[in-house]
């Protein structure tokens, strides 16, 4: 039996980051999913990314990326595995300014993430998740963006695992050592 689900784009309270779930065909053998097709993009009234770099990470369960806003467009999905993803708008000009989207990533699932906008996401199931990255701009040291704590806990992140701040296989030096929300707005406690 074949079950075809088809492309959805869903808005978020963050302005410009879309949910988004591929079209798949299902059947006996397993699942063809659509990646990228510029027309279901085009029809959502979605811009095309230009995409210049595509990465694949393998991020152990429990352990947390992010939340890195570089001055690039992403699309990111799962390709193996689940994921808690989290989203932060950090963008000086934006609407939603400081907004926070999470939601639980598995394959079938997108998320695009504008400029500034942070992205981060906790590895969730019981083997390592596999997290696919398309830019808009090659990644550089030192190129210009935002970058946030994710354990930071005025963003209300719900992260579903345990974070033991002492272990590096579980969040990064850099990651915990990134400033909070408030003073990346320049807003004092």
């Known amino acids: 039996m074949v079950e075809i689900i088809d492309f959805d ?3 978020t309270p963050i302005d410009g980051l879309a949910l988004i779930r591929m079209k798949q065909v299902r059947e006996e053998r397993g699942t063809v999913r659509e990646f990228f097709r510029a027309s279901a993009f085009e029809a959502a009234g979605i811009p095309l990314p230009a995409f210049q770099q595509v990465n694949v990470t393998e991020t ?6 992010g939340m890195h806003g570089e001055s690039m467009v992403k699309l990111i999905a799962i390709a193996h595995g689940t994921a808690w993803g989290a989203w932060v708008d950090a963008r000086p000009e934006s609407p939603t300014r400081g907004a926070v989207f999470q939601t639980a990533l598995e394959p079938g ?9 942070c992205n981060g996401f906790q590895s ?6 596999q ?7 090659e990644w550089v040291p030192g190129m210009t963006g935002v970058a946030l704590t994710p354990l930071d806990p005025a963003l209300g992140i719900a992260w579903p695992l345990p974070v033991d701040t002492e272990d590096r296989s579980s969040v990064s030096a850099k990651d915990l050592a990134a400033p909070t929300l408030a003073e990346v707005l320049g807003e004092h406690a």
């Open 124 to 129: 969730t199931g019981d083997s390592p998740t």
């Open 9 to 11: 784009v869903q808005q």
């Open 60 to 65: 152990n369960p429990g352990a947390i990326r």
């Open 131 to 137: 997290y696919v990255y398309c830019f808009t701009s």
């Open 109 to 117: 699932t997108q998320i695009l993430v504008p400029e500034g906008v």
